[in-house]
């Protein structure tokens, strides 16, 4: 009798594992490749987690920028696990907790994910005296409205400027402020600007500082603070000052548009997602919005597509980063880092609507 159970019970056995075996030993070269090259890269960035833990944990000088070995260590994990989905999709695992597609993410790395936010959060930390704020994302919700209205919005569309300017913070810097830049020796602060940008903001908002100080006397005042708190040091580490010159140089007269825009986009998250992009490939996104046919837009430079990858768009996998042009359409949706950021900004800003 018990030899009888016994082969029953390896026949059962082969019968459940022995197709999930052959399936493992009949990979392709293709698909052999693909292991091979998710595992090096997974090597890899558990190599330069554990030098930077290191380093910081000895107090040993960083190389200039130590966030981009990091950087580009985690972008090879998500492009060659994406390229291990498509040759082997039984690898497409379970949901993760940073809301990433499955098929770019292995849920099981989610502590190395962490452990390097953990990190930048050392190299990005603000320098000895920055000038921070008791109620950052208040700063930068009223900012934006005041800018906006300033610029001739009904309050309505002037609110979805404070939104949308909350969404930029989120985007930038993950709420954080005063931070410095792992990956960047250029670009600093909370809303993360060059220093001809700050210049350039604070240059544009001296110029309706009279408008702003008859509709809002309040933040008038309190702008005359900061802006002598700051006086003599760097305006990108005082958190209001920096927010201030960033949303002016970059963004104030896109908010003349937003009536129209919230027409051709009413996701709030896709308005956030199209001033993001006013960030990082303004050029063509203005002209994009001029055309009449924004989501059908398409941009084909290599310049403009190499921008795109260097902020995680289109940046994951052989098939993204081949592609040598994309619709607005298709940029929104490749935009998928952000929607977690932009998600958190919408709660924040319920937060603060709510008080």
């Known amino acids: 009798m018990g030899l009888r159970r016994l082969a029953v019970f390896a026949a059962v ?7 999930a075996l052959a399936q493992k030993g009949a990979l392709t070269p293709r698909q052999s490749e693909a292991v091979a090259a998710y595992d090096r890269a997974l090597a890899e960035f558990k190599s330069i987690l554990a ?10 000088p960083l190389p200039n920028l ?23 999709p039984s690898r497409i695992g379970r949901p993760n907790k940073f809301e990433m597609p499955p ?6 790395i989610e502590p190395l994910i962490d452990e390097y936010s953990k990190l930048f959060d050392v190299m990005e930390a603000p320098p000895a005296g920055a000038q921070s704020s008791a109620t950052p994302f208040k700063d930068v919700v009223d900012l934006g409205t005041v800018i906006a209205r300033a610029k001739g919005l009904a309050p309505e569309h002037a609110d979805a400027a404070g939104r949308i300017s909350l969404g930029l913070f989120f985007a930038e810097t ?43 006397p309040h933040l008038s005042a309190r702008d005359d603070k900061e802006e002598a708190r700051a006086r003599g040091t760097d305006h990108r580490f005082n958190h209001w000052t920096n927010v201030r010159n960033g949303l002016m140089n970059a963004h104030a007269d896109l908010f003349r548009e937003i009536p129209g825009i919230a027409k051709t986009l009413p996701d709030p998250i896709d308005q956030m997602k199209l001033f993001q992009l006013i960030q990082i490939v303004p050029t063509p996104t203005r002209s994009a919005l001029r055309s009449g046919d924004l989501l059908n837009y398409r941009v084909s430079s290599p310049r403009i597509m190499r921008y795109l990858r260097n902020n ?4 994951f996998g ?20 952000f929607n977690r950021k932009f998600e958190k900004a919408m709660a924040k800003y319920a937060e603060i609507k709510g008080r």
């Open 13 to 19: 056995a082969f019968f459940i594992m022995g197709p």
């Open 51 to 60: 030098e930077r833990r290191r380093q910081i944990d000895a107090k040993e």
């Open 66 to 88: 130590p966030g981009q070995a990091l950087y580009l260590a985690r972008v090879a994990v998500i492009s060659t696990y994406k390229d291990l989905t498509d040759a082997v």
């Open 103 to 108: 098929a770019y993410f292995d849920a099981d």
């Open 174 to 216: 993950n709420g954080k402020q005063n931070v410095r830049n792992g990956r960047s020796n250029t670009y600093m602060g909370s809303f993360q600007t060059g220093p001809s940008e700050d210049r350039n903001g604070h240059r544009k908002w001296q110029a309706i500082r009279s408008e702003i100080a008859a509709i809002d």
């Open 312 to 315: 995680s768009i289109f940046a």
């Open 318 to 337: 052989q098939a993204d980063r081949a592609r040598t042009s994309a619709s607005y359409r298709e940029i929104f949706a490749a935009m998928w880092l």
